[in-house]
């Protein structure tokens, strides 16, 4: 049986989101809760990595769970309707960190895998433009200290629209064995004294999106991970 469910996580504490050895990561975290709760030994897809630091809303993941489960054994009609879906995810949020939640489970067809199956992804970076300290939004925005010029910005966002090869946005140590990826959607919002890039496309390898955030804010340089945000995966 293939279980998915939606993730969302503060990054800050995280080493990102893949397993590691002798690092705290997303991964990691969630495997143990999962296993705990089923009684066996739970091994997840995500949608996507996600570096250390970055944040997510809408992480998706996925996992198989045998049929001889101490769950699944106990109580049959475990996984047929939503309150049963539901009270899966109150018993494993109980069994994670407060930097870490899940929500949203549900039964996929066998062939559902939470990375292979993803159609796009939307990632947001957020900054705030302010010559003094945010406490509020140290951890998830950027600060600017002036106003950037808007008009130039949404100009350069424009140019990465389009398939084409990457390869000079990403981090040097990037292990993707191809560098083509579609950006579909590529804006620029202010509100109030926030902007955001908000940048949706088929896959982002490494540090992709804020190397090309950084570009657009005409820094040329990879901005830092707390302002970024998994916002949504499509399927």
Known sequence: MILKFTCEYNGKEF???????????????LEDALSRYFGE?????????????????????????????????????LYSGRTS??????SVNAFLPLDVSVRDFEIMPDNF????????????????VSQYRSALRQDTHMQLFRPPNLEEMR??????????????????????KGFIRTIYEFD???????????????GFMRKMVR??????????KTLPAHGLVLESVEY
Do not use: W
Request: aromatic share 10%.
């Open 15 to 29: 080493c990102g989101f893949q397993r590691q050895k002798n690092s705290r990561t997303v991964q990691q975290v």
């Open 41 to 77: 030994q739970v091994k997840i897809a995500g949608s996507g990595r996600t570096d250390s630091g970055v944040h997510a809303k809408g992480q998706v993941c996925s996992f198989q769970i045998s049929n001889t489960s101490s769950r699944a054994a106990l109580v049959p009609p």
């Open 85 to 90: 879906l539901f009270k899966i995810c109150a």
């Open 113 to 128: 895998h939470a990375q292979f199956s993803a159609k796009a992804k939307t990632y947001v970076y957020r900054c705030y």
């Open 155 to 176: 100009s350069r966002a424009a140019e990465f629209i389009g398939t084409r090869s990457f390869k000079d946005f990403c981090a040097e140590t990037s292990d993707s």
């Open 188 to 202: 620029v919002k202010v509100f109030d004294d926030e902007v955001h890039f908000i940048i949706r496309g088929d």
């Open 211 to 220: 190397i090309m955030c950084g570009a657009v804010l005409g820094l040329n």
